[in-house]
């Protein structure tokens, strides 16, 4: 079974600050959700070896120094999040598997829409992989753990996709209900929340210093093809990553 751990960057009601929004995560072989917990618990222990209890790796308050984070000097906070990004980028597919679905302001008509457009442009890129590894021999169910902070805005969408489908059809290898967990209590959140805003720094900032370690670890249909786990919805001309070779 795949595991999609999903998270948001950006806000899907704060147009006046930014152009972006971004759905995004990790799906995680759940073979492998051990292992990747215990590298995140190696690099608690070599920045927080007094602190025993889990801590919540969260992407922006590391960045900004926040929190547990803000006596930290910016060249410490920067390694933190340079050995989190280098887990991702070591991974490989597919064990883990990164998608993101991007969207700028020029195809927004509500909040309401913003959020049903990602949700189903993501779950179906998902469940199109799980199709792709059914027919390479590789049959893995999936599964939706969403940061539980959106709750209600996911809830009721993935029970109107998981019975009446997506506008590409039925998610028939996505299995039952959505379930919804804190950060704090799920290393593999903490992963997708570093997917998401790394994906929404480029797309707001074009800050590639953390993206360009996640770029390789979206989902592909080939080593050779373009990130397929990657969508940026936008009504202007654009070169991005996801973009460009369309």
Known sequence: MHILYLD??????????????????????????????????????????????????HAEHIRVGRGLFSKLHPNVREMILSDIYDLINLARSPNLVAFATAIHITAVKSPSQVLRDALEDLTERFNTFLLRQHKAGRTSKGLLIIDQAHQERYRELLREFQIAGTKHGYLGNVIDIPYFAGAQDTRMLQLADHCAYATFRYY??????????????????????????????????CNCAACSWR
């Open 8 to 57: 948001e960057s950006g806000d899907p009601y704060g147009w006046h600050r930014y152009t972006h929004f971004v759905l995004g995560g990790v799906a995680v072989h759940e073979g492998q959700v051990t292992r990747l917990a215990k590298a995140l618990d190696g690099i608690q222990a070599q920045y927080f070896p007094k602190i025993s209890i889990p801590i919540n790796f």
């Open 204 to 237: 707001e900032y074009n800050d590639l210093s953390q993206f360009k370690k996640v770029l390789p670890r979206f989902d592909k249909r080939g080593p050779d093809l373009p990130p397929a786990g990657l969508k940026h919805i936008t009504k202007e001309a």
